[in-house]
């Protein structure tokens, strides 16, 4: 039994050094900020709310299986983005921590560029409004799209 075991290992492991253009997978960290100031009406509220600074980071694993110039990418991604947002000349700053997992499908272009899009499920883990947890208040479960280019360096 335990040779027959050794014997699947080794396989395994040939088969992905032999192949290994096909699957790779690795770490996934990005940041964004944005600084753009965005106006909301409100139906509650009589002033209009004032979204600035929003940023994100995000931080995981992905594996990508190749066949041919096309592509597959599960990912598992911690994302933070946090906001704020102003009313009436009061500021309140938002935080939100998801857990999100995009269902990527590609193309790739002469093995260094790549285009791509997906649907990406969210699990909302906490949400803070001016340092207080609003969780209760917010989806917890979210399903969207994205969309992207990327270069392999």
Known sequence: MKKIVILHLYIVFSFGI???NIFSMGPRVG???SPDKVNLAH???PAPLQLDDHWSCHVGVFARL???AFYAQPEILLTISGAQVSQN???IQLNFT???IPAIAGLSFFGVARAQIGPIFSLL???????KDVTEHYSSITVGWQGGLG???
């Open 125 to 131: 883990l906490k949400a803070k409004e001016g340092g």
């Open 31 to 33: 940041l964004n900020f």
């Open 151 to 153: 270069f392999d360096l």
């Open 43 to 45: 139906e509650k509220k």
């Open 89 to 91: 000349n009061q500021i």
């Open 66 to 68: 190749k066949l041919f």
């Open 98 to 100: 998801q857990l999100s």
């Open 18 to 20: 032999a192949h290994a």
